[in-house]
């Protein structure tokens, strides 16, 4: 059952959902706070302090006091300032922090006009930098054919290892070092081993980790075309988020639905549309007449493959794990209609066995 509660926020009073932080609730209302480390699928760790708000103790409290609004339970009689000059200050100085080590190389950058980093120290006001002295380096890792890996951009938010190990139950990244020589990566290089690795692409608040496959033809976000469609890479149809540039498919992202994938996408789903783009890919019905191949339009293909399944007296329709689960169907009620004996057989692409039905 939803408890609502009763929260105060720069004098003005809100209901929100009682079992949300105070972040969760002023997002859920529309008031920007900047945060960094926190995720609706990973939950709150404080690790940015990046979100800190004011907290009264009441109406009449004018001192008040910092806190770290993704820890702070959203309880009934709470009372808040976003806008408070200390705690305006506080996260300014967090974010000029995190930059002083950070390349400030968003023109070069795959994530530049797309980036929670940039989105959040606009949001603060940080616009100067006063650190004039040599910066941190790290070396950045060999991940494989789909990530790429550019340590230097990192601000230790810990999303990415929160995800991969305590989410997607990987094992091979970790954190490494300490105090202000953090390292997020691989014990050496070599392809990361989960099936969901890609979502460290999104789920990465700066440019650490990037979309190698759309690398290779790239362009920044705003000049692509989005729309919502529905991944064809297996049964599940997870919600996706293609993005095409000129006519060619050059990104696929998240799509959020609460009952299917929620945030994250599988690495099959995210990378596996190279073939959409290849310039000999079957585009038309083609039918085989001796060595020939002619082509044939939609209603000629229909009746001629018609025509040969009722001359036959045994057919065999292979389906595939990557089509939809209305296409395998409707091929099974096909071979009902041709034969009534029909013996339908389903393997699983994850273990190859075999059932009957």
């Known amino acids: 059952m939803l408890t609502m509660a009763t929260i105060h926020v720069d004098g003005k009073e809100y209901e929100v959902n009682g079992a949300d932080n105070l972040l969760e609730a002023c997002l859920s209302l529309g008031l920007d706070i900047p945060y960094f480390c ?101 070396r950045n890792q060999d991940l494989g054919p789909f990530i790429s890996h550019e340590m230097n951009r990192c601000i230790a938010c810990y999303r990415c290892v929160r995800y991969y190990k305590d989410y997607a139950d990987g094992t091979d990244l970790g954190v490494y070092g300490a105090h202000d020589n953090v390292y997020f990566g691989r014990p050496e290089d070599g392809t990361l081993e989960s099936e969901f690795s890609g979502n460290l692409v999104e789920i990465c608040p700066t440019g650490v980790f990037t979309d190698k496959t759309h690398s290779e033809r790239y362009n920044r976000k705003w000049d692509m075309q989005f729309a919502p469609s529905i991944c064809q890479q297996c049964s599940i149809g997870c919600n996706t988020s293609p993005g095409e540039r000129y006519g060619e498919l050059r990104r696929i992202e998240n799509r959020y639905n609460g009952t299917v994938n929620h945030y994250f996408l599988c690495d099959r789903g995210r990378f596996g549309y190279g073939y959409v783009n290849l310039k000999d890919r079957p585009r038309q019905p083609v039918q085989r007449r001796g060595d020939d191949l002619i082509t044939l339009n939609a209603e000629q293909a229909m009746q001629g493959a018609a025509d040969i399944l009722r001359q036959s007296k045994k057919v065999i329709g292979i389906g595939s794990p990557r089509a939809s689960v209305e296409s395998n169907f409707a091929l099974r009620e096909l071979g009902k209609l041709l034969h009534r004996d029909c013996t339908f057989r389903a393997g699983t692409s994850a273990t190859g066995t075999e059932s009957a039905a």
């Not at 400030?104 to 797309?114: I, R, S």
């Open 38 to 138: 926190w995720h609706p699928a990973l939950g709150s760790v404080g690790a940015c302090r990046q979100c800190a708000v004011k907290q009264y103790q009441n109406a009449e409290d004018t001192r008040g006091r910092l806190v770290m609004s993704c820890m702070t339970p959203a309880t009934e009689g709470t009372f808040i300032s976003i806008d408070d000059e200390e705690a305006k200050q506080f996260r300014e100085s967090v974010v000029e922090w995190l930059m002083t080590n950070h390349p400030h190389d968003c023109p070069v950058c795959e994530e530049g006009g797309n980036c929670h980093l940039q989105d959040m120290t606009v949001m603060t006001g940080h616009s100067f930098r006063r650190y004039r002295f040599t910066k941190r380096t790290h």
